[in-house]
């Protein structure tokens, strides 16, 4: 792992004190890396197919996925942002497609504690810095 991407983790982890776990996924498709606390590997297909699925007008796409064995609802699926909420109080994930619409990602677990959309600019933000290093 290149240590710029290293650094952009940390960044992110400093700025936004609400994610709580994150995992880069290249391009095509395998984990680049993950912090130590949040381990997506069981669950990298199932993700792969909600990152490389392109809605058309009107379509919803997958309504769910598990992280883990927590089962998150999917609430928002747009190219420049996968939301899904855990109903049960157990958290929250954002994805950020890389680049915007592409099949690279940046992956957070975000604080149950907060709205997904409080933390949803920084990690946006953070997944445009990594655009030219997955």
């Known amino acids: 792992m290149s240590s710029n991407i290293e650094t952009i983790i940390n960044e992110l982890l400093n700025e936004e004190p609400n994610v709580f776990g994150i995992a880069i996924i290249s391009?095509?498709?395998s984990i680049i890396t993950q912090t130590e606390n949040?381990?997506?590997s069981g669950d990298l297909?199932?993700?792969n197919t909600l990152l490389n699925t392109k809605l058309g007008l009107g379509q919803k796409g997958m309504t769910s996925l598990s992280i883990q064995g927590i089962k998150y609802m999917i609430v928002e699926n747009t190219e420049e942002r996968k939301i899904g909420t855990n109903i049960t109080g157990k958290g929250h994930i954002?994805?950020?497609p890389i680049p915007i619409g592409g099949t690279g990602a940046l992956m957070c677990y975000i604080n149950p504690q907060i709205t997904p959309r409080d933390a949803l600019f920084a990690v946006q933000n953070y997944a445009l810095k990594l655009q030219d290093l997955i």
């Open 38 to 40: 949040w381990d997506i």
């Open 45 to 47: 297909e199932t993700i």
């Open 27 to 29: 391009k095509s498709g």
């Open 94 to 96: 954002i994805i950020a």
